[in-house]
């Protein structure tokens, strides 16, 4: 057995110890309170705190729980916070390895609540924990057992608060590094066979459009690929989820079309809040100027060269054998060029930017509808195109089980580096 009085985190399987000893407390305690109660069991125990609380008042304003009660808050922690995680290394101790102030304050709040749980089993003389807020006169066994109660719930919420603080800073430290980089090679591949998907769907879309519907595309995968792995790794105890696709909520499947909006991609739930952002932030226009940016080179040719994305036009710059006789511009150079020989265009006003033309159940519309209703028709077209592409190209939870060898490999890679969690 460990000891309990402090936590010395000198091992890997700090809080993993001291959960097998709580685990063992309280299946002793219960027991204890079966043999005392008989048939009776939990829910005479439970009236029985009742009785007691409106003897001596609740003095935290929330009512003590059960042994029983106690013990399920207790294993819905573990499965939780993956606390007792089959695969080691997506246990707590491995996950806050890195993290000694956070895994002290963990450690802290299990040896609380095993101090209190030994307490409860052998009523030892040593008095008990009390929370903060909480006061009265403690020489009353009674009393001292109700504090110990109260000890016990205290710890289990803080524990409860601590594993949804800690997997929320996981969830957005994983967001921000999905949006900002794909600096793994799976990524990489991800992107790039996301990217000529879109291209193969809207042959007649701008490249860039492409490009970046096509990278939200593998944002989307990637992420809820690691989500699946990670709820399912992080609880030994859980069923697989039924579902074989995945919903709105999930997949999020509205994404900003702007240029304006990359770096990080917005990505909506619902279709009218995409609407809405469209509009507010990139006008009622937004589909007349969305990558409608040009480049050309007129240097040494007739006709001009045009370019419809500023990466040709880079590589086209770059290349000696497009301009013989030149150096290659400098990256400043470049710069200059490629604000020079840019030119804006603007589509006809009911043009799908995915089509390249008006759509034709659109034509009607136009003769006989307000200019809104118009754009909102059209808009439902352009949402139509984004929401089909994704229920397409995202992974259904079978597929899922196809990629784990890779998975595996990227989130241990992410857990142990310095992104997984935002500094104190």
């Given at each position: 057995m460990i000891s309990l009085d402090g936590p010395k985190l000198d091992g890997a399987n700090d809080i993993h110890d001291i959960i097998i000893e709580c685990k063992r407390l309280f299946e002793s305690l219960a027991e204890r309170v079966k043999l005392d109660h008989g048939e009776k069991d939990v829910k005479t125990e439970k009236?029985?705190?009742?009785?007691?609380?409106?003897?001596?008042?609740?003095?935290?304003?929330?009512?003590?729980?059960?042994?029983?009660?106690?013990?399920?808050?207790?294993?819905?922690?573990?499965?939780?916070?993956?606390?007792?995680?089959?695969?080691?290394?997506?246990?707590?101790?491995?996950?806050?390895?890195a993290r000694r102030n956070i895994k002290e304050m963990v450690t802290d709040l299990l040896q609380m609540l095993a101090r209190n749980l030994k307490y409860l089993h052998k009523g030892d003389s040593a008095n008990p924990d009390v929370p903060r807020g909480s006061s009265g006169n403690n020489s009353d066994t009674d009393?001292?057992?109700?504090?110990?109660?109260?000890?016990?719930?205290?710890?289990?919420?803080?524990?409860?608060?601590?594993?949804?603080?800690?997997?929320?800073?996981?969830?957005?430290?994983?967001?921000?590094?999905?949006?900002?980089?794909?600096?793994?090679?799976?990524?990489?591949?991800?992107?790039?066979?996301?990217?000529?998907?879109?291209?193969?769907?809207?042959?007649?879309?701008?490249?860039?459009?492409?490009?970046?519907?096509?990278?939200?595309?593998?944002?989307?995968?990637?992420?809820?690929?690691?989500?699946?792995?990670?709820?399912?790794?992080?609880?030994?105890?859980?069923?697989?989820?039924?579902?074989?696709?995945?919903?709105?909520?999930?997949?999020?499947?509205?994404?900003?079309?702007?240029?304006?909006?990359?770096?990080?991609?917005?990505?909506f739930v619902n279709?009218?809040?995409?609407?809405?952002?469209?509009?507010?932030?990139?006008?009622?226009?937004?589909?007349?100027?969305?990558?409608?940016?040009?480049w050309y080179c007129n240097i040494g040719h007739k006709p001009t060269i045009q370019f419809d994305d500023h990466e040709s036009f880079v590589r086209h710059m770059k290349d000696p054998?497009?301009?013989?006789?030149?150096?290659?511009?400098?990256?400043?150079?470049?710069?200059t060029l490629s604000r020079n020989k840019q030119k804006f265009l603007f589509r006809d006003e009911y043009r799908c930017p995915f089509c390249e033309c008006v759509p034709s159940a659109l034509e009607p519309v136009i003769l006989n509808s307000s200019p809104d209703e118009i754009r909102r028709q059209l808009y439902e077209h352009i949402a139509a195109h984004i929401k089909d592409l994704v229920i397409k190209s995202i992974p259904t939870l079978d597929e899922v089980e196809s990629t784990q060898f890779e998975i595996d490999n990227e989130d241990q890679t992410w857990l142990r580096g310095d992104n997984s969690w935002h500094r104190a």
């Open positions: 009236g029985e705190q009742e009785d007691e609380q409106m003897a001596f008042g609740d003095r935290t304003g929330s009512s003590k729980l059960s042994t029983d009660e106690m013990e399920s808050r207790f294993n819905l922690w573990i499965d939780d916070s993956g606390a007792l995680a089959a695969d080691v290394s997506r246990s707590l101790d491995t996950r806050l390895s009393e001292l057992e109700g504090e110990a109660r109260h000890a016990i719930q205290y710890a289990l919420d803080e524990l409860h608060f601590m594993a949804s603080a800690i997997r929320k800073s996981e969830e957005c430290s994983q967001k921000h590094s999905l949006s900002s980089s794909f600096h793994q090679n799976y990524d990489s591949y991800l992107k790039e066979q996301a990217c000529r998907r879109v291209r193969q769907y809207f042959r007649d879309a701008p490249r860039s459009l492409c490009y970046q519907l096509g990278a939200s595309l593998a944002i989307r995968c990637i992420k809820l690929l690691r989500r699946v792995w990670h709820e399912e790794k992080l609880s030994t105890r859980r069923n697989p989820d039924e579902s074989k696709h995945h919903t709105d909520e999930d997949t999020e499947p509205y994404v900003c079309l702007s240029e304006d909006c990359t770096s990080p991609m917005l990505f279709m009218n809040d995409w609407m809405n952002h469209m509009e507010m932030f990139h006008s009622n226009q937004w589909n007349h100027k969305i990558h409608m940016n040009t054998a497009n301009h013989e006789g030149r150096e290659p511009p400098t990256d400043r150079q470049l710069e």
